[in-house]
């Protein structure tokens, strides 16, 4: 039986908030684990296979740091994102 969207998605917030999905998320993406030096790197990178091609502005490399989580449900997808301001061209 195919449940609703808004039902799934009010019982992921009863349980997380409306704002943390990481632990319903099917992707997740971090710069936790990375070097500073390579983070920036990393996440142009990941965002690039995940998203397609684009540009960032306004980071600044040596603070940069990111966390993103995406959950799928049906044609309804939830993404997350926390770090460092930076934008996507």
């Not at 808004?6 to 632990?23: H, N, Y």
């Not at 710069?31 to 790197?41: K, S």
């Not at 091609?53 to 997350?80: P, Q, R, W």
Request: aromatic residues 12%; contains cysteine.
């Amino acid at each position: 039986m195919k449940r609703n969207p808004g039902d799934i998605l009010e019982s992921i917030s009863k349980f997380v908030g409306m704002r943390d999905i990481s632990r319903f998320a099917t992707v997740h993406l971090s710069t936790d684990d990375v070097p500073q030096q390579a983070r920036f790197e990393y996440w142009e990178h990941a965002c690039r296979e995940l998203i397609g091609d684009f540009e960032f502005t306004g980071h600044k490399a040596k603070y940069f740091h990111a966390k993103f989580s995406m959950l799928s449900v049906d044609n309804l997808t939830i993404g997350h994102y926390s770090g460092s301001p930076h934008a996507m061209d």
